[in-house]
């Protein structure tokens, strides 16, 4: 017979329930067994009342209604066993559904953080090129004043001086080259 004080957390609660299950069948039918043997020597008494027969009897009997009462106990214990376990059992389902559930939803969020990542550095990055097209429209349009300056002054000191401002060259030899002078041709 088995201890009813054995482990309440087995390694596999499926076959605890089994094995608990079995044990309730192995009662039922000895509680059915003893059950049969009462009503059997009940029924042996001809006036349908138990009369006390001789002290062998009497004590087989004592002995019977002893153990009736020992397998109703154990029964009812092993009941109460299997509904604790089936209600763990259904807890842990309920537990597994809720971490697939999660399990799925973090990898779905997962696969999706490369996008959302790119978006975010997308959305950041816009103002910087905007910030950068405007810098290098603001840039082009120095550039072209510089230019507008720059010609502007080389036509006043032409003006001004009636001569090309033009670089002087030096030769290999280290003398200095003269170029042509236009003049006044401008």
Sequence with gaps: ???PLESQHPSDPHAEVSRLRSELQMRDRLVQQLS????RLVKGNNNGA???QNGNETAKLQTLHQQLQEVEEQVEFYQAQIGDRDSEIVQ??????????RARMLEQVVQELPEIYRQ??????????EEVAALQQENRRLHAELQSVSY??????????GQLDLPAF???????????????SL
């Design 36 to 39: 049969q043997e009462l009503f």
């Design 120 to 129: 975010k550095f997308a959305e950041r990055l816009e103002p910087i090129k």
């Design 50 to 52: 138990i009369v006390h």
């Design 170 to 184: 030096q030769d290999t030899k280290g003398d200095k080259a003269s170029l042509p002078s236009f003049g006044n």
């Design 152 to 161: 502007r002054l080389a036509l006043r000191s032409r003006q001004s001086s």
């Design 92 to 101: 842990l389902r309920q537990t597994v559904s809720e971490l697939t559930d």
């Design 1 to 3: 017979m088995v201890n």
